[in-house]
């Protein structure tokens, strides 16, 4: 058994690793500059703080941290982003197999979320839909933990609080599943009672509220930018009552094609014909009923009440433990002896996605990654160094045009927001390049 386990691990590990080489490569190679959203976390990495004017900061900060290490490097960006996917697969299958208790089940638990858009073509971009994902999976492990053990850990309680701030500082939606886990425990505790109240809970809470005072205090000092700015990306302010029942109805449409190839894979591991049992007095089950299905049901509730679009990345943590879900719903009915219309029609899927990112990153020439965003950043410096003899500081205008200067020019000035006349008075020598300027402070 050992052997096997080992043997398993090793798949696991070269499955990852392959997958990062991949992501990695192919749009290092083919991509001429960065994607939007990795721009935009560079622009906010160049002057950080503890929130942007359209997120809260930890996509910025990771994204500074490799630039500290790697420079104006692309691929290290695409590398950034293909290790918060790995992370998140790496705790799932941890997950997977404390639930499962079968190496190999679990493993086909994390294999399924390659076929699964969020986890391969969008990965490229690190953003803060990516930045969730190793949290999302941390936060769901450690509330299993809390959840199965009967002797409370101080030092899990301490992680999920930790990873949960984390998680809610990369992008606000992380509080669907930490409402759903809220829920889940509130429902043993107080309504079935098969769970009792213990005050190490009261760590998740402190260390989770500790942790996000400075971004709070930053909210209020910034007009809560941040929810202002997500408020008008739901389309709340021109809905009617139609939008109600239309976007949620949209919402879910999306998610069904969304999985389609996911349910494809489900079905050729079942051996017989589809027997589901539901259960909600399994105790597993409701685990994974309330941190799979019910964020889900809650973004739905809330597109329908408020008659708000809900964008389909947004969803990108959503589906992290959905080949725990569907592997332990129809487990008995899984004959890994004959699987290999599975292990094929993985392997197409596996490959066809990065040869679709090639094919369109080759022959669609008008996205984001064509900006010509170092010949740019070349002739601006050029410009610069006709009037001046010293270095750029800092950098005015949208995130993108900006954004790319920020990135690109070799001095690595800080993105100062957008461009007004009192931030150019301050300073002592600027240069203006259409709607993008340029400066000294």
Known sequence: MNVLNRNINNIFFIFALSHLIIWTLIPSLTNKNLPLDTIEALAWG????????KHPPMSAFFSEVFFKIFGSQDWA?????QIFVITAFYFVFKFAFELLRNIKLSLI????????YFYNFTTPEFNVNVCQLPFWSLVVYYSWKIYDDKNIKFIDCFLVGLFAAIGFLSKYLFIYLLISILLLFTYLIFLKKTKKFDFKYLIIVEVFLVLLVPHFIWLYNNEFITLMYGLKRTGLEGSGIIDHFKYPIIFLLKQIVILIPFLILVFLLIDKKIKLKINFKDKKFLFLIFINILPIILMFITSFVTGSKIRTMWMTPFYLFFGVLFVYLFQSQINIKKIKSFHYTFLFLFFLSPILYLFVSINQTDKRTDYPGKEIAAKVQLVWEQDFDNEIQFVTGDEWKAGNLSYHLKSRPKWEGFTNNEKLNKSSQFICVEDVCLGRY
């Open 109 to 116: 638990s994390v294999l399924l979320l390659e076929t699964i």
């Open 46 to 53: 160049s002057n950080l703080d503890w929130g942007f004017n």
């Open 77 to 81: 960006y695409y590398l950034l982003s």
